[in-house]
């Protein structure tokens, strides 16, 4: 079996440019932050970034001017940190596109992916300005005169996952909300999983804890506080004062020096 | 009895509303519907059903986050019923009531979280409506919530409709709006307010109120509410 | 809340004739067999049977001439039993229709239901004379070009399944396999399950376990052995014998007689 | 050495047609498959990827279960992945190959598993062909075996067509066919058969085989399959 446990840099190679990567995790929850902050440092370029609602990861790359295009259903901090405003900077100024979704067409997009259809038929949208806005057409029941709002497949080249405990084969055993993340899984050509701990634990004594399956991930880093500054189920909480001084960044050299100065090996 | 505030009428008011036997469900940035629910079900609706973002069923948080998608809100949950999951339920008809927020609420009970101007070069990019595009339309019954009013709030059309659909009530620091004939209409006004307070401060034309007022919290609320948020996470939202 | 546990004999007044029922397990592994015998005895008529694969089950409930119609991918024992004998019989004495679907197709069906839309898209079918025989008909892509075959959603008004370990709130925890369980009940629009225990264990310690939420259970009814004579993992081995002498049945008499020579509570 | 019959046989040929990293699933009423993927686990492909019905992934069942769906075949599963899972891996393209055996295998590659004469009135009502519509068209590459060998089976033309597709091999219990061109033409006769023999029992015209003879099962294999199954639950095909 080919090895799949990388380091932080080898993941960040497989990045490319250009790349459509649906990112796990909700808001500042077991979000691959770590891996996000690697990839806006690396300077990687003209990202597609998918998720259901999304902080700090989108906001970080937005703000490293990493981002091309955020579809979404929510992009913000909620009360506590407010807008999150590289993203909402980079849209005003047109230098991303916000392809809003509800968070449920989302989620259809990337169901439509896993099961290999183009498209997902899906209750609700009606009345929304986002279907003129985004386009979305609709479809008809070929049995019957019902309509439905047609989302299109959403297929991230690669998804993108923070969990508590990876084994070497790629297994994942995630604690908590598991959020999108298995049906990110399932969607992305390739899987990519930052984990707080690689572990020899035998899965088998109990599979049905097992989130994500081993055989759909290529490849796996070990990065403890991989989520940081958001949380990590049983493992730690949010860092709201990096959250607050990221916020007050006003350049990417602010960025850097941040970074830096917590010593966070990215 | 002036202990209570804003959040606290807000959520009292909005715990009464609340049904024994429903499914209640919040997402993302709603500390006050989540007090609210977990309110309900100690005092009102011991048998109503509490949804939440993080999969979280009939949750009991110890601690309760300020981020109303951490989690938390999974703690006592006997099962993880995730968010797609919770997307099928209302889309199938089964879910009763979705709290539901937005930058702008109009006189029809739309909302819009989405953008200020131009949709795809926006004078101001607002975060998104979450689930609200898709539950708005779906869920039985919306309840709209905001913790701030005033008339670039509640303006007469949104600039942008996230959601349109299934909104019943609309509750904020002054009273609450029910949706009638396609319309919000003013249904009880906060004692601490006034009919002058809200017209002043609402964007579209306000009639005398159609309804009853709500009582303030009683202390059996109170004492609950402070039990439940000794840390005041509610306040969060004003 | 209101009570959930019923005594089998409640249970089987819950279901009416002509009913839809989803019937949870694969073959003759945790299946709700009991209860379908409990059906069967009881002189239920005109049901709709929804199955991906089904054997014992399914087999039992058209012997008894409970059964219109069966909607499954596959009826039969496998090797070691052979033929569906009372089914195929069913089938060929124009009793019973088999409208065989694709296990896949099944579960489309059910997808459909539980996302509130009347067909889903699938790909799969092309050459199949089934698209004959089943009427499937094909939806496009409003996007594009590509066709699919669209499969009308499948509505259980119940689904019934037989599970390790379920609690008074109808949670259930799902030891082994769990075949289409979850997604059967999530699309039936009234939930029954048996179980093996209803237990006072608090699930909350470890929710990931529990593979259907009791929210959307109806009613739960304590039976031991209750995929008898099938499987239930890490509880019991099926009664081959048993299944031997009930293929060997000539007539719905010999069946009840030996029901009661077993001395099965039904 | 004749310790071996057509059971032994049909399984190492098939285990040497399997290559390392793929993911091979199989489903119902399938233990010669069953067999097949262990043994080239064991001996040619270890980082295969064994998928079942069960959802178990890599399972190293301690006894080998006589039904192919039971409980047994998720021991020693990391994760489990359920059959609804499998069919939309095959639907977007990415299992490679799948195992489906057919009441009737015609001269094309189809397989009838449904009916014998009208579908809604059939004169035999066969079980139905469980996934095989679905995977068929859709797996990368399909390998379709049956332990029995009369005219019977092999026809000219199935009466009904259950499953069309992306049918490669055809193994049986006297040999191996490969469809070229859209039709199965004699790839190879195990060694206790003869090019009469399957003439004799195959429904459809056969052209000398053209490609090389199958070895026998090796003391290797024959081990590995002992130690495996030592119940010979490979027997409950014949």
């Known amino acids: 079996m080919e090895e799949k446990i990388k380091s932080l840099e080898e993941a960040v190679d497989l990045i490319q440019d250009y790349s459509i990567l649906a990112l796990g995790g909700n808001l500042i929850h077991r979000s691959p932050a770590v891996l996000a902050m690697a990839l806006g440092l690396a300077g990687k370029k003209g990202l597609h970034l998918i998720k259901t609602a999304g902080a700090f990861d989108v906001d970080f790359l937005c703000a490293m001017g990493s981002v091309r295009a955020v579809e979404a259903g929510y992009i913000g901090y909620e009360n506590e940190f407010g807008l999150a405003d590289f993203y909402r900077k980079g849209v005003e100024e047109g230098r991303i596109e916000a392809l809003e979704q509800a968070c449920y067409t989302v989620i259809a997009g990337l169901r439509a992916a896993i099961a290999g259809v183009t498209f997902m038929p899906v209750v609700g949208l009606e009345g929304s300005d986002l279907v003129k806005a985004r386009g979305f057409k609709k479809v008809k029941d070929p049995y019957g005169e019902r309509e439905f709002y047609a989302i299109q497949a959403i297929t991230p080249d690669w998804t993108i996952l923070h969990v508590q405990k990876a084994d070497r084969e790629g297994n994942c055993v995630i604690n908590g909300p598991y959020y999108e993340d298995p049906i990110m899984a399932r969607a992305g050509k390739k899987v ?9 634990e035998d899965f088998s004594d109990n599979p049905a804890l097992t989130s994500i399956p081993g055989f759909l991930v290529d490849a796996v880093v070990e990065i403890p506080r991989g989520a940081f500054p958001g949380t990590c189920a049983f493992y730690y909480g949010e860092d709201g004062d990096f959250i607050k001084k990221f916020k007050a960044c006003r350049s990417s050299e602010d960025i850097r020096k941040l970074v830096q100065e917590r010593e966070i090996s990215v | 009895m002036k202990e209570y505030g804003p959040a606290e009428m807000m959520i009292v008011a909005i715990a009464r509303m609340l049904n024994d036997g429903e499914r209640v469900f919040h997402g993302v940035a709603s500390p006050i519907p989540m007090l609210a629910i977990l309110v309900a079900q100690r005092l009102y609706s011991p048998g109503l059903t509490y949804i939440n973002i993080t999969g979280g069923i009939n949750a009991r948080p110890e601690v309760l986050p300020k981020s109303t998608d951490a989690p938390e809100l999974i703690h006592k949950s006997k099962v993880i019923f995730p968010l797609a999951d919770i997307f ?38 607002l975060p998104g409506g979450a689930g609200s595009a898709a539950l708005v339309p779906t869920a039985k019954r919306v309840i709209v919530w905001r913790a701030k009013h005033d008339p670039r709030i509640f303006v007469e059309n949104c600039d942008f409709i996230t959601a349109r659909g299934n909104v019943k009530e609309v509750v ?40 009853e007022e709500i009582g303030e919290p009683t202390k059996e609320e109170m004492e609950v509410l402070k039990e439940l948020d000794p840390e005041r996470v509610r306040d969060i939202e004003f």
Do not use: C
């Open chain 2, 172 to 211: 904020t620091p002054l009273g609450i709006f029910e949706k009638i004939f396609g319309r919000l209409e003013l249904k009880s006004i906060f004692s601490y307010s006034s009919l002058a307070e809200i017209r002043e401060k609402t964007g579209f034309r306000v009639s005398e109120p159609f309804g």
């Open chain 2, 88 to 125: 099928d339920l209302s889309a199938r008809g089964e879910l009763d009531t979705a709290f539901l927020s937005g930058a702008q609420i109009d006189s029809r009970g739309n909302i819009n979280s989405s953008v200020i101007g131009d949709f795809s070069r926006p004078k101001v990019r």
């Open chain 1, 192 to 200: 990519l999983v930052t984990a707080e701990e690689i572990v020899e």
